[in-house]
């Protein structure tokens, strides 16, 4: 069924594996510190090469797991693959790594039980990255967020969204599949799905677990783009009961595409989660947009809008502290981050809160400007007063 998928990497899968690899590296040793296993699931593994030798997702994990086992680190990594051709190829390709990897037979849901199960001793990362859409149940796939937050277990959520075909289907289930801009088709990634098939009312709402999506999808005023954002939003409010954060960012083949190939979907429970994907999908984004508008280039034609806007940050920040609120640079930098994912990393972050310091716009309690995540910051000059603080829970990036 999916052979043609894995004919040859094609330049957004490069893109996600960009951002799997760059993520995963820090992520190890991190979590590593908490003293439990750590289990990196690949539900959609795939054949574990491409066509064309370029290595999928199974291969890029099993290189940084046997790098962090001859580190030391307690990891593992398991690779779910349902199509039995491409389970066989599969398990040749991780051949080599079979001391600390193990492909297993059988569809991502199936599997789901098991993994609910496990979470309880390990610390877990999910890379749910299907062939079709079809195979996100969120319910299902609830189990597994319940049951390691019950546990009070580390979890983290890297989710493949194609988005435009879901809603292309949600269009035809009520009945408006006129609105759906047919130029669009050529932008998505259809491979495994068929963007015309009739899907059913009950299977969208497992899918987006609820029927939330039903209103979005009938609204008459809304364009098919806003549809799209307004769908990632509610998606990401699901997300929020079993994760601290959920954030989004859109994929796309080119620049001036409306519609994204899919959109990739990040789940954690860490502060420390939210900042190290972030900046790994701004190190993507500055990658796309430099082949894009800077290869071979005398001059930089970037678009304005794509240009970091550190005055917008800045002033951004000083809004964050508005009302007398006092905030450690951590949770400042964290609520930075939500607000303009994928925008800044948190290095440009951590400079700006400099500048306005130095400016005497922003006050810490030590009364330096050179400072460490930890020291507390007021819009105003600083004093015992009554502080207030909190974390956000999600936002979108594109």
């Not at 001793?121 to 749910?128: A, D, H, S």
């Not at 894009?292 to 034609?301: G, I, S, T």
Request: hydrophobic share 40%; charged share 25%; net charge neutral.
């Amino acid at each position: 069924m999916a052979h043609k998928f894995f004919q040859a990497k094609r330049p957004w899968s490069k893109y996600k594996d960009f951002i799997l690899n760059y993520y995963l590296d820090p992520y190890i040793p991190k979590v590593a510190k908490l003293g439990k296993p750590i289990l990196i699931v690949d539900c959609f593994a795939g054949c574990g090469t491409f066509g064309d030798s370029e290595p999928g997702s199974p291969l890029i994990i099993s290189a940084l797991v046997k790098k962090w086992q001859e580190q030391g680190v307690n990891v593992r990594a398991e690779f779910i693959e349902a199509d039995p051709e491409n389970f066989q190829s599969l398990q040749q390709a991780v051949l080599p790594y079979q001391e600390f990897v193990t492909a297993r037979h059988g569809s991502f849901e199936s599997h789901l039980p098991v993994l609910a199960a496990r979470a309880k001793q390990n610390t877990v990362f999910l890379y749910v990255d299907p062939y079709t859409v079809k195979g996100l149940v969120f319910d299902r796939m609830k189990e597994v967020y319940d049951q390691i937050r019950q546990a009070s277990a580390s979890v983290e959520l890297l989710l493949n969204f194609n988005v435009v075909t879901f809603m292309r289907w949600g269009l035809a289930a009520v009945k408006r599949q006129s609105e759906f801009p047919l130029e669009l088709g050529a932008e998505a990634d259809a491979l495994a799905d068929d963007p015309a098939e009739s899907v059913e009312m009950a299977t969208l709402d497992s899918i987006a677990g609820g029927v939330y999506w039903r209103e979005i999808a009938q609204d008459s005023l809304a364009t098919f783009q806003d549809k799209l954002d307004q769908f990632i939003n509610r998606y990401l409010d699901e997300l929020a009961e079993p994760f601290s954060f959920a954030a989004s960012y859109e994929v796309k083949d080119k620049y001036e595409h409306r519609v994204p190939k899919y959109v990739l979907i990040y789940g954690t429970r860490h502060p420390d989660g939210i900042e190290l994907m972030n900046d790994a999908m701004c190190k993507a984004r500055q990658q796309f947009l430099g082949t894009r508008f800077k290869k071979n280039a005398l001059f930089d034609d970037t678009p304005e809008e794509e240009l970091p806007d550190t005055g917008q940050l800045k002033r951004d920040l000083l809004e964050i502290l508005g009302n007398g609120r006092t905030l450690t640079r951590k949770q400042l930098r964290g609520h930075a981050i939500l607000n303009h994912f994928c925008r800044f990393q948190a290095k440009d972050i951590n400079a700006s809160i400099g500048e306005l310091l130095k400016a005497g716009r922003l006050h810490s309690n030590t009364g330096k400007s050179r400072i460490n995540d930890e020291v507390l910051l007021n819009a105003s000059r600083f004093d015992s007063s009554t502080v207030k603080s909190g974390n956000p829970a999600r936002h979108t990036g594109s």
